[in-house]
């Protein structure tokens, strides 16, 4: 049987999610590891798209099948791992197919009263679409997977005053790991991410050059990573391993070298200026050039005279 297209089906616990896969009930209820080979459900019959009141951090190996973030598709014929938050849309298509691989998941509530509860928003791979997925050499694979066999060791045994501590230990370590590994990614793939920067450039000459800054507003870091088809997260940190500088940064310069160029070689008003530019106020076109250049529009039209 075909499964039809439902309305996203929120998932407020792990247990909730262990029922729904035909699962044993999770040996802690804020923590658990699935592996996809022991699903005993018709995967025909589960909604195409899912909301997780808790963090999933998944590792697809070899498979037909899909499994998206948001809009999109992507394929795991390679593996990869995926970071997905709590309230983000998951989305699977399966194909008839079995998805080969295993899920980690932790309930923020396990995590609200330590460190890692405040600081696990700086760990931007979570906000990443699934087609930026962190693909492993077989030496990080064998660390990664280190550790969840480390987690699965500390679920099996008994649980005592220290259990989540270690617990949380071994989740900040995965994540840890996780960001050098996309880190050596951002540099592996450095060919292809001077073509986005090279894309990003011709977007934001395109956009400018066109008046869409007039009619529609200063350009967004979301309307740019939209048009290069990257999440705004991954596309800042991207930069940001490439050239030192996020997405809003990189708009703030293109802005600040247009406005240089009308105030050296034009007779428009400042004013004139930053509404071509998309600003609402003069004011804080005029606030954003003295920050990133220490001088004012005025002041450096007239070094130019």
């Known amino acids: ?28 209820p804020l923590i658990s590891c699935i592996d996809n080979l022991k699903m005993a459900v018709d995967k025909d019959i589960l909604p195409n798209t ?10 697809k190996k070899t498979s037909s099948g899909k499994i998206g973030y948001g809009q999109g598709y ?9 970071f997905t938050a709590p309230n983000q849309l998951i989305s699977v298509k399966t194909d008839d197919k079995e998805l080969y691989g295993f899920s980690f998941l932790f309930h923020p509530d396990f ?28 030496k990080e694979k064998s660390t990664i997977f280190s550790v969840f066999d480390n987690i699965r ?23 840890n790991y996780s960001n050098r590994f996309y880190k050596r990614q951002f540099i592996t793939r ?11 450039e011709q977007i934001l000459d395109e956009y400018f050059g066109d008046e869409k800054s007039l009619n529609n507003g200063l350009p967004t870091v979301e309307y740019v990573a939209s048009q290069l088809h990257l999440s705004p997260r991954y596309l800042s940190d991207m930069l940001r391993t490439l050239t030192g500088q996020n997405a809003q940064q990189h708009i703030h310069q293109k802005l600040i070298t247009i406005a240089k160029d009308k105030l050296s070689t034009t ?13 609402e106020h003069p004011q804080s076109f005029s606030k954003l050039f003295k920050t990133k250049t220490k001088l004012s529009p005025l002041e450096f039209r007239q070094s130019f005279n």
């Open 50 to 59: 899912f909301l997780f009141d808790f963090y999933k951090i998944s590792y």
């Open 267 to 279: 007779d428009l008003s400042v004013s004139e200026i930053a509404y071509e530019l998309g600003f």
């Open 153 to 175: 060791n500390e679920m099996n045994a008994s649980i005592d005053d220290f259990s989540q501590d270690v617990f949380i230990s071994y989740i900040e370590l995965l994540l």
């Open 190 to 200: 450095k060919a292809v991410n001077h073509d986005l920067l090279s894309k990003l």
């Open 74 to 82: 992507y394929d795991f014929d390679e593996g990869g791992m995926v």
């Open 111 to 138: 995590i609200r009263n330590h460190p890692l509860g405040r600081n696990i928003k700086q760990y931007g791979f979570f906000s990443y679409d699934t087609n930026e997925a962190l693909f492993l050499s077989d």
């Open 1 to 28: 049987m075909k499964k039809e297209s439902k309305s996203p089906i929120r998932i407020d616990s792990i247990s909730a999610l262990h029922n729904l896969l035909g699962l044993p009930k999770p040996l802690h």
